[in-house]
């Protein structure tokens, strides 16, 4: 197993920025994604690191060794694209034997590694189809077989699962997963689907802009965004209004919380609210604490339910909810919306700014 380092690594294609300063350190063994929309970066990062393109600035290191003017045929990288890139006239047994034929592995042992792969990847059934008669998932599942069964130092996956329907996508993910913890590589996962990435990586790098703005473990990620762009990028959020009630400290709705970055009492700010961290309560009148609103769709999403409720005083609102708790809401029902007792660290989405005369009670 081999760690691969990045550093300070800067690309542009003409006038185009890709990457800026992109610096990422990744373990051995560690399945670490870069995630972020069309054109952030994440896939020239990949092929800047397969060779496939070369930096105009910064290191790459793989096992400390410099990456600067190695070919990609002798980096011994596994990759995995979107489009399969299965030979159309080889049946399963014979791509996987490819790669171990150029590599020049002795017969006996190419014939027991591609039992080994076919078995991993339960494959054995497809060993002797050619790609034309196999479905999409078990195509990138031979291309999975394929990229392994050379032991690569690292293994690329560039958005390996978009060109699949949901449910294949969320079982191969999870053989993914299994599969890269069996074999202990390196792996780096490219995708733009959050959802994807928090399931499968031990570190997401969230991308904008040819930057990587934060890197974590996905609860880290996902409850404590450093910036707004990553708050909103991760899963659905809230932005409330809030006001400096003291140092570092932030009054939302009915609740003093800290906040990402620091305050100065006399400034206000949005901040953002995860929907899960909100509670409904039915508006019985005055004295309850919350914002009072007024629903208005209710979705069922299965064990959860969406609540979308407008303020009266404030911005409309995204409530989950337990699906099991809501037989008594109904549309235009008037409500309170509070913060939940759990939600103790709010991220700071605005700059902040002077609160008007009159505005903090």
Known sequence: MVAVDMERVGKAFGPSVALTDFTVHIASGELVCL???????????????????????????????????????NRNFGMVFQDYSLFPNMTTRQNIDFGLRAHRVAPKERTDTIDRMLHITALEDQAEKYPHQMSGGQ??????????????????LDEPLSALDAKVRESLREEIRHLQREIGVTTVFVTHDQQEALAIADRVGVMSKGRLEQIAA???????????????FIGSINRVPGYAAAPSEWQVLDRQVRGTRG?????SAELGVRPEDLVLSIDDGPGQQGAEGTIGD??????????????????????????????HLSRHQRVRVCLSPEADHLVVMSDPQPVASGQVT
């Open 218 to 232: 996905p609860k880290e990620l996902y409850e404590q965004p450093t910036n707004a762009f990553v708050a909103t």
């Open 298 to 327: 209710i979705s069922f999403l299965g064990a959860i339910t969406r609540v979308t409720v407008q303020l009266s005083q404030g911005p409309r609102m995204i409530v989950d909810v337990m699906s099991a708790g809501t037989t």
């Open 139 to 156: 195509k990138q599942r031979v291309a999975l077989a394929r990229a392994i069964a050379t032991r690569p130092r690292v293994l690329l």
């Open 263 to 267: 305050s100065v009492p006399g400034e």
């Open 35 to 73: 995630l972020g929309p069309s054109g952030c970066g994440k896939t020239t990062a990949l092929r800047i690191l397969a060779g496939f393109e070369t930096a105009d600035s910064g290191t790459v290191h793989v096992a400390g060794e410099s990456m600067s003017g190695v070919a990609v045929e």
